[in-house]
């Protein structure tokens, strides 16, 4: 059982930055593929970054390339830097973990943390 915890959420300005964290508990970390994903009310929960095991292989939605940095420690913490943030980026924000493979849906993660508020305004 693998579980989860976000932080680091919280409210900014449009162009601000905020860096997400997500504390795993599991000692085989290093064993799982990571994800993060947002959603908004009404929307369905969508992709936002993946990483690989050993830290290579990230991938990125096309709406946050070159403003968003996914990266994992040997601490079981996964991490998100959120720089240059537009209002689009508002949601809640998941970490998502993967036994077999890297993904860059939501379905096949097996387990999810309960996610963090990001809230930007204008």
């Known amino acids: 059982q693998v579980q989860l915890v976000e932080s680091g959420g919280g409210l900014v300005q449009a162009g601000g930055s905020l860096r997400l964290s997500c504390a795993a508990s599991v000692r085989t970390f290093n064993n799982y593929y990571m994800g993060w994903f947002r959603q908004t009310p009404g929307k369905e929960r969508e992709f936002v970054a993946t990483?690989?095991?050993?830290?290579?292989?990230i991938f990125y939605a096309d709406s946050v390339k070159g403003r968003f940095t996914i990266s994992r420690d040997n601490a079981r913490t996964l991490y998100l830097q959120m720089n240059n943030l537009k209002p689009e980026d508002t949601g809640v924000y998941y970490c998502?973990?993967?036994?077999?493979?890297?993904?860059?849906?939501?379905?096949?993660?097996?387990?999810w943390g309960q996610g963090t508020q990001v809230t930007v305004s204008s």
């Open positions: 998502a973990a993967s036994g077999d493979y890297q993904r860059t849906t939501r379905f096949g993660y097996e387990y």
């Open positions: 990483i690989a095991r050993t830290g290579g292989g």
